[in-house]
């Protein structure tokens, strides 16, 4: 079944606040060998001009794909979950995550389409703190390949 | 450092190893068993236990940051994921190799730049990007 196209632009209600850690920062550093003491060091941190250590780049996943899913449970969405694949990711930073940072997700469908059989579906995170300032925006565009 | 369109990033050799993904698994919350089960993996098609995408896409970017010395200063970063890494379940593992170069110069002293990561050959990101904002 084609995905339905009036989803394009749908958005959902702000997730629940995620607290970034310090330890989560470390522990991420060292699962993806960012051996960068700003990660791990408050003072080299500092030293770098942050208020407290900085996640690697690709840690803004950890909060973004969970609140993704929000897309994928929508009853509108028919999309299969057990056939979809991580097809495209997109991040634009505006400032590193860092820990302290209280973040809310907030996510939009930003492009379905299908092609081949094949649902292609784009879901724009955009990551803010509590108070409105934007962190990130992170984009992941899922693919549930057409099957029997 | 002096950063024109065409200007090679020195190429990065990563290795990638079961414990890597087991340990990335952990840490991202990702816990899709294609990255650990063998059975798993051949019951879908695929050759055997794979890298996450999005361990792949921080391999890249490290070899980004180490060029640029900062981790702050990538500020975009865009892959589409094409090949699977498969990990063999050996001390060695699967070696994932980075190169770079600045395809264009943006305003703001950004630059873009076009990455080719590859493993045991083949190109596994279809096309992968990063915008720096240069010192």
């Given amino acids: 079944m084609a995905l339905d196209q009036t989803l394009v632009g749908r958005s959902y209600p702000p997730s629940a606040v995620y607290e970034v850690g310090r330890a989560k920062i470390a522990e991420f550093a060292t699962a993806v060998g960012a051996g960068d003491p700003v990660h791990r060091d408050v003072d080299a941190a500092r030293a770098a001009g942050h208020p407290d250590v900085i996640a690697p780049p690709t840690f803004a996943i950890v909060v973004s794909l969970g609140a993704a899913m929000v897309v994928l449970e929508d009853p509108d969405v028919a999309i299969d979950y057990t056939r979809v694949v991580h097809g495209e990711q997109r991040f634009a930073h505006h400032r590193p995550i860092r820990a302290g940072d209280r973040l809310v997700a907030t996510t939009t469908i930003d492009a379905a389409r299908t092609v081949a059989g094949n649902d292609m579906l784009t879901a724009r995170v955009d990551l803010a703190t509590e108070d409105g300032e934007p962190v990130c925006s992170a984009t992941s565009m899922l693919v549930a390949r057409g099957g029997s | ?135």
């Fill in chain 2, 1 to 135: 450092m002096t950063v024109e369109v065409g200007t090679e990033l020195p190429e990065q050799v990563f290795r990638v190893t079961r414990a890597d993904l087991v340990r990335y698994a952990g840490a991202s919350g990702d816990l899709n068993p294609i990255h650990w089960s063998d059975r798993t993996a051949t019951s879908v098609g695929l050759p055997g236990v794979i890298a996450h995408g999005m361990l792949t896409m921080a391999v890249a970017g490290r070899a980004v940051t180490a060029w640029t010395g900062d981790p702050a200063a990538l500020v975009e970063q865009h892959v589409r994921f094409g090949r699977p890494v498969v990990v063999p379940d050996d001390d060695q593992g699967a070696e994932i190799t980075v190169r770079g170069k600045v395809g264009a110069l943006l305003d703001d002293g950004r630059a873009r730049v076009d990455l080719t990561v590859t493993s045991d050959g083949d190109k596994v990101l279809s096309l992968a990007r990063a915008v720096v904002a240069l010192a």
